[in-house]
């Protein structure tokens, strides 16, 4: 297990790597996403440490705030310097390069069940009344209309035009939030994810009921 020094001074530099994101990627995301993985790896198993560890870390490589060559070079370097076993290192720094929605379409091969419970807590606080309070935060940052009825969700086909989409936040949850109960990778993290996605359903009928629109 991590010394719990060694793990007090990496959160508080990931926090304050953090500390200017919007409020969907803060340190309260870090927080909620620990809590889900705590759940997952309680019944799935697996590394915790290096669980643990990717999850802390993993948006500081988020590239809607940061380069994330750079940031996988300070992520490793800082655990190096907290004399983290190389092997661990490796394994995180692989989970946090293949754990975004836009990694679907990169030809990586890489897996594991640690990267699955970092997956599955990540796309959880996607999800549900949290879920639908970060795609309105991060489409408020953005300056992005929340429903615009003449702009259809997209499909994209490639990591670049999902990135570099404006489209607005209604129409997320049909290129992205919607898709991942069918994405999910552990039965723990399934199981979760029903509850949440419904939910999003249930909000959305709500939503189109009072801007008008019934179908």
Known sequence: MLKDQTLLEIEEWAQQKLSECEAGHDWWHIIRVRNN?????????????????????????????????????????????????????????????????????????????????????????????????????????????????????????????YRNSNSPTINHFYEKLLLLKDKMKTNTGKKMANERHRFMESYLEQFFNEWGETD
């Open 37 to 161: 993985a705590k759940l997952i790896h309680k019944k799935e198993g697996g590394d915790w440490n290096a669980i643990l560890l990717a999850v802390i870390l993993h948006d500081i490589a988020d590239t809607k705030f940061f380069d994330e060559v750079e940031a996988l070079m300070l992520i490793e370097q800082k655990l190096n310097e907290k004399a983290i076993e190389q092997n661990t290192i490796d394994h995180v720094i692989k989970i946090i390069q293949n754990l975004s929605f836009s990694k679907q379409w990169s030809d990586s091969t890489f897996s594991s069940l640690e990267l699955q419970i970092v997956q599955d807590a990540d796309r959880l606080d996607a999800m549900g009344a949290i879920g639908i309070a970060r795609a309105f935060s991060y489409g408020g940052h953005k300056g992005r209309d929340f429903y615009n009825p003449e702009i259809s969700p997209q499909k994209y086909s490639n990591a670049s035009e």
